[in-house]
C-alpha cells in the first residue's frame, strides 16, 4: 500500500522564520506530488502541484522540491496567515494524501 | 469564478444511504475531471472517489467501493457521490473538488467549501 509520511507533525515557528515540512513515500514513484494549506474550518487549498509549481496566486515564499519518496515544502518566511495545516498528496496511481502537519505560532 | 456547492448531507443511520450533490459554475464542467475528499471530524484528508470529464471512467478509494458511486451529469454541471451501506466511519466532512484536467493524473485545484455527514443512530 502507498503510504505518504510527513513530519514533523506539528511545527513551532514565529513569524518571519522559515519553515521546512517533509513529506515521505512509501515507494519511489512519479513527481506528481501537491501540497495543500487547510485554515480552520476551510476547505483545503492548493499550493503546489509537480512537487515544484506553485498554483495561481500562491506567494513565492512557498516552494516545493523534492524526488523519488522524498519532498519538500518550504515557506521561507512564515506570514501570520501562514499558520495552518499543510498536506502533501501524491495524485498518480494511489491518491494518497499525508497525515499533515501543523505549523503554529511559537 | 470557479464555485462549488455541495447539497446533500445531513443524519443517517448506520446502514443507510444518502446522496451528494455538487453544482459547479464558472468554467466548463465537462473538460475537468472531479472528485470527492472527506475529512473525518479532527482527522486527516482522504480521498474518497474521481470521475474523468466525460463520466466514463471513475475510482473509489477502497475503504467505500461497492458502497459508493461517482457520477456526473455534464448538461447539469453537477457532480454526485451516492453512499449506501453507510458506516459510522463515514461520518466526515464531504469535500467537492475540480481535477486539475480531463483524465488522470490530476490535482484539485478547487474545492467546495464542504458538507457534513453523520452517521449514528
Known amino acids: 500500500e502507498f503510504m505518504l509520511t510527513q513530519s514533523p507533525g506539528t511545527l513551532s515557528l514565529s513569524p518571519g522564520e522559515r519553515a521546512t515540512l517533509s513529506c515521505r513515500a512509501s515507494?519511489?514513484?512519479?513527481?506528481?506530488l501537491a501540497w495543500y494549506q487547510q485554515k480552520p474550518g476551510q476547505a483545503p487549498r492548493l499550493l503546489i502541484y509537480?512537487?515544484?509549481s506553485r498554483a495561481t496566486g500562491i506567494p513565492d515564499r512557498f516552494s516545493g522540491s523534492g524526488s523519488g519518496t522524498d519532498f519538500t515544502l518550504t515557506i521561507s518566511r512564515l506570514e501570520p496567515e501562514d499558520f495552518a495545516l499543510y498536506y502533501c498528496q501524491h495524485y498518480g496511481s494511489s491518491r494518497t494524501f499525508g497525515q499533515g502537519t501543523k505549523v503554529e505560532i511559537k | 469564478e470557479v464555485q462549488l456547492l455541495e447539497s446533500g448531507g445531513g443524519l443517517v443511520q448506520p446502514g443507510g444511504s444518502l446522496g451528494l450533490s455538487c453544482a459547479a459554475s464558472?468554467?466548463?464542467?465537462?473538460?475537468?475531471?472531479m472528485g470527492w475528499v472527506r475529512q473525518a471530524p479532527g482527522k486527516g484528508l482522504e480521498w474518497v472517489s474521481d470521475v474523468t470529464g466525460s463520466g466514463a471512467d471513475t475510482d473509489h478509494a477502497s475503504s467505500v467501493r461497492g458502497r459508493f458511486t461517482t457520477s456526473r451529469d455534464n448538461s447539469k454541471n453537477t457532480l454526485y457521490l451516492q453512499m449506501s451501506s453507510l458506516r459510522a466511519e463515514d461520518t466526515a466532512v464531504y469535500y467537492c473538488?475540480?481535477?486539475?484536467?480531463?483524465?488522470?493524473?490530476?490535482?484539485?485545484?478547487?474545492w467546495g467549501q464542504g458538507i457534513l455527514v453523520t452517521v449514528s443512530s
Open positions: 509537480k512537487t515544484s
Open positions: 464558472g468554467f466548463t464542467f465537462s473538460s475537468y475531471g
Open positions: 515507494q519511489s514513484g512519479s513527481n506528481d
Open positions: 473538488a475540480r481535477a486539475s484536467t480531463v483524465y488522470r493524473p490530476y490535482y484539485f485545484d478547487f
